[in-house]
C-alpha cells in the first residue's frame, strides 16, 4: 500500500513575478489565492473578483515553482479564457506556452487529437457544427426512410438537441422524451433508431460533434489506464471557473483528471446557477465537500460592483433559498444616491410607456449614457411591447436575447398566412406558407404558384368566396396532400365568405389549425414560441384593420425594411440600451437596470409554480438574484397589475412572491399616474 508525503519547502522560491499579494488582494482572496494544494472550493459572490482570484492563483502557483505545462486552467467560453490568459501573461514574465487552458470543449478536442485512434476515429477527425449536424441527421433520416417535413416527427434540429440533452444530463432518451417531449413518446423507437444511426454515421464518416469532445475524451481516460495516468501526472494543479455550471460529464472529466494530486482549485457561486435546462448540475458544487472530504471552502463576498442598497436587497432575495452555500455580500463603494424601486403599472403596454420615459430622463437628466442601461426579463416574448415603443421614441437598442421580435421565424411564418390573403400576388408569403408542408421543396412550390398565379383571383387581386375551392384542384405531391388540404380550408377561415377576417381570429386559425403541431416538431424551445404567438394575438387586438396590422409588423422588422437603411443604421456607431434575457446577462453588469415583467406567472414563470417543484422554483429565486447583481447604480423592478388580454382571457397579474422576500423598508414603491 502507497503512502503520500508531502515535503515543505525549507525556503520559498523567489518570486519572480514580483507580485505583492497581500497588497493586490483582499483579504478573503489572499487566503484563496495562497492555500496549499488541494482541493478547494471557492464560492466567489456576485461583482467579487472572481477572474481576479483565478489569475492569481495561477501566478502564485508558478511563484510557487509550478511548471506552466502542469497547470490546466478549464473556462466554458473562449472568451474567458483568452481573457484569464492575457491578465496571467501581464502578471507572470514568463513564457506560458506550455499552459492549458480553454473551455472543456476545446481542451477535449485537444487531448483527442491526439489519441484519437484509440477510439476508432484517426486524428484528422472532423468536427461538427450546428449545420453539420442537421446535414448529417437529414442523410440518417434519408437512409432510415423517416419523413420528417411539415408535422409529426421531430426536425434535425430538434433531433440534435435531444441527443446533446441525453449526453449532457446522462438522463436516457426515453426519459427525455416524457420529461421535455411527450407528443412524440409514439415516434420513441424511430427516434432510437434514428440516434443509433447518427453515432455509426459519425463513426463511419470520422467526424464528431461539441458532445463528443466531453464524452469521448471522458470515455477514452476511463478505458484507458495508460492515457489516464498520463494526465493525471501532466496536470498537477487544474483549476475550474464557474464550476456551478459544470454537467455530470465535465463533473467526472474533472475528477479523473485530479484523482492523482487532487491539486483542484474550483471557483464558482451556487447562487447564480441557472443553466440545469442544458445540463449543469448545482449539486457538483453543493457536494464538492462530500466528494473531497479534505477540501478547505474560501467565501469571497466582498463586492465592488454595487451600492450597498442593492446588495441588501440581493442578500434578502436569495436568503430564502435552502439549497445553497449562505453567504453576504458586502459593498465597497458607498451608499448610493436613490433607494431600489418597486414599481406597479396598469398593464404591459404603460410598462413600455414608463421604462421609455424613465430612460429618457436618466440620459438627458442624470447623464447616463444609453448603453449603461439595460432592460432585463425572464422570456424573451416579455420584450415585444417595450421594442415597439422604443422604436417609436426612436432610441437605439440591442438585444441579445435573440431577434428583434417581429424577424423571429415561427412570427414569420405565421403572417406569411395573412399577408398573402391580404396580398394575392405575394409569391414569397406563398411559398413561405408551403415549403412548411412535407414533400414540397422549392421546384415544387414555384410550381404551385405557378398554379395560383395563373388563377382569375391572382390577376384581379380579389379575395375568393372559397380559397379550398380553388387549391384542392392543385396537384400536389402525395405527402403533402392532406396538409395541402388543411392548408386551404385555414386561407377559407383567414378570409370567410371573401371578407377578411381580424388580425386575432387569423392568428388563432393559423396557429390552431396546423401551425401549433408544425412548432412542436421544428423548434426546441417550443413553450417560449408559443407564448410569443400568444402575445402575438394579444398584440393584434389593437388593431381592427389588418392591412395597418402587416404594416406594423414590416416597419418593425428590419429583415422586411429595406435593406440598404437597415445597413446604414447597422453602422451607426451610436450607444444603445441592451435589452436582455437575465440568462444571457449573466456575468455583465450597467449602471441601471430595468427588470420587467416581475409578476407571478411571468417570474416565476406559470409553468414553475404550476409543476410545484422546490428544485425549480429555488433556480427562478437564482435567476432574481442574478437579476439584481448586475445593477451597480440603480434598480427598477416593474410589475404589471393586469394583462388585458391573453391567450386564456382576461386576468389580473400579482406582483413575483420574489418581492416578499425583500423587506418593505429596503424599496420605494413608486406610484406611476398619466397625465
Given at each position: 500500500m502507497a503512502r503520500d508525503y508531502q515535503m515543505n519547502r525549507s525556503t520559498p522560491l523567489a518570486n519572480a513575478s514580483g507580485?505583492?499579494?497581500?497588497?493586490?488582494?483582499?483579504?478573503?482572496?489572499?487566503?484563496?489565492?495562497?492555500?496549499?494544494?488541494?482541493?478547494?472550493?471557492?464560492?466567489?459572490?456576485?461583482?467579487?473578483?472572481?477572474?481576479?482570484?483565478?489569475?492569481?492563483?495561477?501566478?502564485?502557483?508558478?511563484?510557487?515553482?509550478?511548471?506552466p505545462g502542469s497547470i490546466l486552467l478549464l473556462t466554458f467560453t473562449n472568451k474567458a479564457a483568452r481573457e484569464m490568459m492575457e491578465r496571467v501573461s501581464q502578471l507572470v514574465p514568463q513564457d506560458l506556452s506550455a499552459?492549458?487552458?480553454?473551455?472543456?470543449?476545446?481542451?477535449?478536442?485537444?487531448?483527442?487529437?491526439?489519441?484519437?485512434?484509440?477510439?476508432?476515429?484517426?486524428?484528422?477527425?472532423?468536427?461538427?457544427?450546428?449545420?453539420?449536424?442537421?446535414?448529417?441527421?437529414?442523410?440518417?433520416?434519408?437512409?432510415?426512410?423517416?419523413?420528417?417535413?411539415?408535422?409529426?416527427?421531430?426536425?434535425?434540429?430538434?433531433?440534435?438537441?435531444?441527443?446533446?440533452?441525453?449526453?449532457?444530463?446522462?438522463?436516457?432518451?426515453?426519459?427525455?422524451?416524457?420529461?421535455s417531449y411527450e407528443y412524440f413518446a409514439h415516434k420513441l423507437e424511430d427516434i432510437r433508431q434514428v440516434q443509433l444511426g447518427y453515432e455509426a454515421k459519425k463513426l463511419a464518416t470520422n467526424s464528431m460533434d461539441f458532445d463528443d469532445?466531453?464524452?469521448?475524451?471522458?470515455?477514452?481516460?476511463?478505458?484507458?489506464?495508460?492515457?489516464?495516468?498520463?494526465?493525471?501526472?501532466?496536470?498537477?494543479?487544474?483549476l475550474v471557473d464557474e464550476y456551478q455550471d459544470t454537467n455530470s460529464v465535465q463533473s467526472k472529466l474533472i475528477n479523473l483528471l485530479v484523482s492523482k494530486h487532487k491539486s483542484l482549485m474550483v471557483v464558482g457561486d451556487d447562487a447564480q446557477s441557472i443553466y440545469s435546462w442544458r445540463g449543469a448540475d448545482m449539486r457538483n458544487i453543493l457536494a464538492f465537500e462530500e466528494h473531497y472530504p479534505d477540501a478547505k471552502v474560501y467565501k469571497i463576498e466582498t463586492n465592488y460592483r454595487s451600492v450597498p442598497e442593492i446588495l441588501e436587497i440581493s442578500n434578502a432575495a436569495i436568503r430564502a433559498n435552502t439549497e445553497q452555500y449562505e453567504k453576504e455580500l458586502r459593498a465597497v463603494r458607498e451608499g448610493g444616491q436613490m433607494t431600489p424601486a418597486l414599481v406597479p403599472i396598469e398593464n404591459t403596454s404603460m410598462q413600455a410607456q414608463f421604462v421609455c420615459e424613465r430612460i429618457q430622463d436618466l440620459i438627458d437628466g442624470d447623464g447616463i449614457k444609453p448603453n449603461e442601461i439595460a432592460v432585463l426579463y425572464r422570456a424573451h416574448y416579455q420584450s415585444m411591447e417595450l421594442q415597439m415603443e422604443l422604436a417609436h421614441r426612436g432610441f437605439q437598442f440591442e438585444i441579445t436575447s435573440g431577434l428583434r421580435f417581429f424577424e423571429q421565424a415561427h412570427v414569420k411564418d405565421v403572417a406569411a398566412y395573412i399577408r398573402f390573403v391580404c396580398n394575392l400576388k405575394d409569391e414569397v408569403s406563398f411559398q413561405r406558407m408551403v415549403l412548411m408542408l412535407p414533400g414540397v421543396g422549392a421546384k415544387t412550390a414555384e410550381r404551385l404558384w405557378r398554379d395560383w398565379a395563373a388563377t382569375e383571383f391572382a390577376v384581379r387581386d380579389k379575395l375568393?368566396?372559397?380559397?379550398?375551392?380553388?387549391?384542392?384542384?392543385?396537384?400536389?405531391?402525395?405527402?403533402?396532400?392532406?396538409?395541402?388540404?388543411?392548408?386551404?380550408?385555414?386561407?377559407?377561415?383567414?378570409?370567410?365568405?371573401?371578407?377578411?377576417?381580424?388580425?386575432?381570429?387569423?392568428?388563432?386559425?393559423?396557429?390552431?389549425?396546423?401551425?401549433?403541431?408544425?412548432?412542436?416538431?421544428?423548434?426546441?424551445?417550443?413553450?417560449?414560441?408559443?407564448?410569443?404567438?400568444?402575445?402575438?394575438?394579444?398584440?393584434?387586438?389593437?388593431?381592427?384593420?389588418?392591412?395597418?396590422?402587416?404594416?406594423?409588423?414590416?416597419?418593425?422588422?428590419?429583415?422586411?425594411?429595406?435593406?440598404?437603411?437597415?445597413?446604414?443604421?447597422?453602422?451607426?456607431?451610436?450607444?444603445?440600451?441592451?435589452?436582455?434575457?437575465?440568462?444571457?446577462?449573466?456575468?455583465?453588469?450597467?449602471?441601471?437596470?430595468?427588470?420587467?415583467?416581475?409578476?407571478?406567472?411571468?417570474?416565476?414563470?406559470?409553468?414553475?409554480?404550476?409543476?410545484?417543484?422546490?428544485?425549480?422554483?429555488?433556480?427562478?429565486?437564482?435567476?432574481?438574484?442574478?437579476?439584481?447583481?448586475?445593477?451597480?447604480?440603480?434598480?427598477?423592478?416593474?410589475?404589471?397589475?393586469?394583462?388585458?388580454?391573453?391567450?386564456?382571457?382576461?386576468?389580473?397579474?400579482?406582483?413575483?412572491?420574489?418581492?416578499?422576500?425583500?423587506?418593505?423598508?429596503?424599496?420605494?414603491?413608486?406610484?406611476?399616474?398619466?397625465?
Open positions: 507580485i505583492n499579494y497581500a497588497a493586490e488582494l483582499n483579504e478573503q482572496q489572499l487566503l484563496a489565492v495562497t492555500s496549499r494544494p488541494g482541493p478547494a472550493l471557492v464560492i466567489a459572490g456576485a461583482g467579487s473578483g472572481k477572474t481576479r482570484t483565478l489569475t492569481h492563483r495561477v501566478a502564485y502557483l508558478l511563484d510557487q515553482g509550478a511548471q499552459l492549458w487552458t480553454g473551455t472543456f470543449h476545446s481542451i477535449g478536442s485537444r487531448i483527442l487529437r491526439r489519441h484519437a485512434d484509440e477510439l476508432g476515429f484517426t486524428r484528422s477527425f472532423s468536427i461538427l457544427d450546428r449545420d453539420d449536424q442537421k446535414a448529417m441527421l437529414k442523410t440518417v433520416l434519408a437512409d432510415l426512410k423517416i419523413e420528417v417535413k411539415g408535422k409529426g416527427f421531430p426536425k434535425p434540429d430538434l433531433l440534435a438537441t435531444m441527443f446533446s440533452m441525453v449526453v449532457n444530463t446522462e438522463v436516457s432518451l426515453d426519459d427525455i422524451i416524457e420529461e469532445l466531453l464524452v469521448r475524451t471522458l470515455n477514452l481516460l476511463q478505458d484507458n489506464e495508460e492515457l489516464r495516468g498520463l494526465y493525471q501526472r501532466k496536470f498537477k494543479h487544474v375568393p368566396a372559397s380559397f379550398s375551392e380553388l387549391l384542392l384542384k392543385f396537384k400536389v405531391p402525395a405527402k403533402a396532400k392532406s396538409d395541402w388540404e388543411q392548408m386551404a380550408y385555414i386561407l377559407d377561415e383567414l378570409a370567410p365568405a371573401g371578407k377578411l377576417a381580424s388580425p386575432s381570429q387569423m392568428i388563432y386559425a393559423v396557429f390552431e389549425g396546423s401551425y401549433d403541431e408544425y412548432l412542436k416538431a421544428t423548434f426546441d424551445n417550443y413553450d417560449s414560441r408559443r407564448k410569443d404567438i400568444e402575445t402575438l394575438m394579444e398584440y393584434s387586438e389593437k388593431f381592427e384593420d389588418v392591412v395597418d396590422f402587416l404594416s406594423q409588423l414590416s416597419l418593425m422588422s428590419s429583415v422586411d425594411g429595406d435593406p440598404a437603411q437597415q445597413k446604414q443604421q447597422n453602422q451607426k456607431d451610436e450607444p444603445a440600451i441592451l435589452l436582455s434575457s437575465i440568462h444571457q446577462a449573466k456575468g455583465l453588469e450597467w449602471k441601471v437596470v430595468f427588470l420587467i415583467g416581475l409578476a407571478d406567472g411571468m417570474f416565476p414563470t406559470g409553468r414553475v409554480l404550476d409543476a410545484g417543484d422546490n428544485e425549480s422554483f429555488e433556480e427562478e429565486r437564482r435567476l432574481f438574484y442574478v437579476a439584481l447583481t448586475r445593477a451597480k447604480d440603480q434598480i427598477y423592478m416593474v410589475y404589471p397589475m393586469t394583462n388585458p388580454r391573453s391567450y386564456t382571457g382576461d386576468y389580473v397579474l400579482s406582483p413575483s412572491r420574489f418581492i416578499d422576500d425583500i423587506p418593505e423598508e429596503m424599496l420605494e414603491e413608486w406610484n406611476v399616474s398619466v397625465w
